[in-house]
Structures are given as C-alpha cells and as structure tokens.
C-alpha cells in the first residue's frame, strides 16, 4: 500500500523567506503526485501535480515542486512566501495502476508572520 | 459553476442519533469521493463512486457507515449510530473523470460533533 510523509507538522516563516515543505512517499511503481492546499477556512484545492515528463512542476501562486524518483520525494518550494500563504498543505498520491486511490500525507500548516 | 456543495456546514449530535451528510458534485462529473479529516489520521478516503456506482468501500471504518449515490448529483453519507469517535470533519469531492492523475474538486466539509 502507498503512504505519504510530510517531515513538518507545522512551519513557521516571515515574509519573503524561502519555503521548502518535505513530501516522501512510499510506492514502487509509476505514480502520480499532488499538493493541496486549504487556506483558513476554505476548502482544499489543488496548488499543483505532477504525472509525467519534466520533474519540475510549477503551479499557481509561484508554487513549484520536483519529483526526485530516486528519494521518493515530491518537496514543494517557494523562493519567497507572503502572509497570504498561511494555510495548510497537503502532500498527496496515486499510483499510476490498479484501483483509483488518492493517498493524503497528514498535512503541514504554514503560519507566515508579515 | 458552484462548486461541490455539502451540507450541512455543521451538525452537533448526540451520541447513537442517526447522522446524514450530503453532497452535490459539480455538474458533469462522473466521480465522487467521501473524505474523513482527523489530527490524528489526516485525510483518509472512506468510498469512491464512478457513474454513480460504489467503486471501493475498503476505507469505510464499520458497518455503522454506509453511503449511497442515488442519482448524478446527488450523494449521502450515514452513519448510525453515531459515535464521539465519528467526529471529524468530512469532506466530499468530485473529479471528471475516476483516473489516476485526475484533479479533485473538493467541497467545503461537514464539521461534525458526537457528544
């Protein structure tokens, strides 16, 4: 079965430090892999994914993420957060065959003092 | 467009009362997927349905849960008796498709309390 970790229960920053969110997961074969987030609330909605070709994936709000096969991870980045960042962010799963599952990591809060 | 809609927002209930939760995908989409959010478990997927068929209801944690999708837009989450262990938030979502690398649509959860 596929599990997700994410490194950090909660991360604090003040704006404009770099951001760096830690996703690994446990998996053999061919996935797919996503980050969530859900702002204060709000409900949770795709930041970005990646299932094939270049492992760098850039999504919205200057998020990016690179999947590094060979450490199992998927970390997500941004080289300078603002408040509006503050939120929670959820790593996430699927693997490329057999039944549909979309297996969440347990999710990191990101406080952002301005 | 909407979104996916669930209600209600909040439901507070006593323990062994019968709780119904309720979902309407986005318009279109044929995939739809109840959700169970806890601090110690994270998000866990408790059943799937494609074209309004359930796909996999492993995740579902007792008999005392049961779902339904009784039409296109339309899906019901029970559990009874409920139990102070049930509290949670709960959140469905809809996807266009049920593929691997398919984007979720997630509505804005059921808060629930069982005291």
């Known amino acids: 079965a596929q599990s997700v970790s994410q490194h950090n229960h909660h991360v604090i920053l003040s704006e404009a430090a770099s951001l760096e969110l830690g996703c690994n997961y446990s998996?053999?074969?061919?996935?797919?892999l996503f980050w969530y987030v859900q702002y204060p609330g709000q409900h949770l909605q795709l930041l970005l994914k990646y299932f094939s070709g270049d492992p760098l994936v850039k999504g919205i709000k200057g998020f990016e993420a690179e999947f590094i096969k060979s450490k199992f991870s998927f970390n997500l980045r941004k080289p300078s957060v603002q408040w509006s960042d503050t939120a929670e962010y959820f790593c996430a799963v699927s693997s490329g065959a057999g039944s549909y599952q979309l297996t969440f990591g347990k999710g990191t809060k990101l406080s952002v003092i301005p | 467009d909407a979104g996916v809609i669930q209600s209600p927002r909040h439901e507070v209930t006593e323990m062994g009362q019968e709780v119904t939760l309720r979902c309407k995908p986005i318009?279109?989409?044929?995939?739809l997927f109840w959700y169970r959010q806890t601090m110690m478990r994270g998000l866990e997927l408790l059943i799937y349905?494609?074209?309004?068929?359930?796909?996999?209801d492993s995740g579902m944690p007792e008999d005392r849960f049961s779902a339904k999708m009784p039409n296109a837009s339309f899906s019901t989450l029970k559990i009874q008796p409920s139990e102070p262990r049930d509290s949670a938030v709960y959140f469905c979502?809809?996807?266009?498709?049920?593929?691997?690398?398919?984007?979720?649509?997630f509505g804005s959860g059921t808060q629930l309390s069982v005291l």
């Open positions: 998996y053999g074969g061919t996935v797919n």
């Open positions: 318009s279109g989409h044929n995939s």
């Open positions: 979502a809809s996807s266009l498709h049920l593929r691997t690398n398919e984007k979720l649509f």
């Open positions: 349905f494609n074209n309004n068929v359930p796909i996999d």
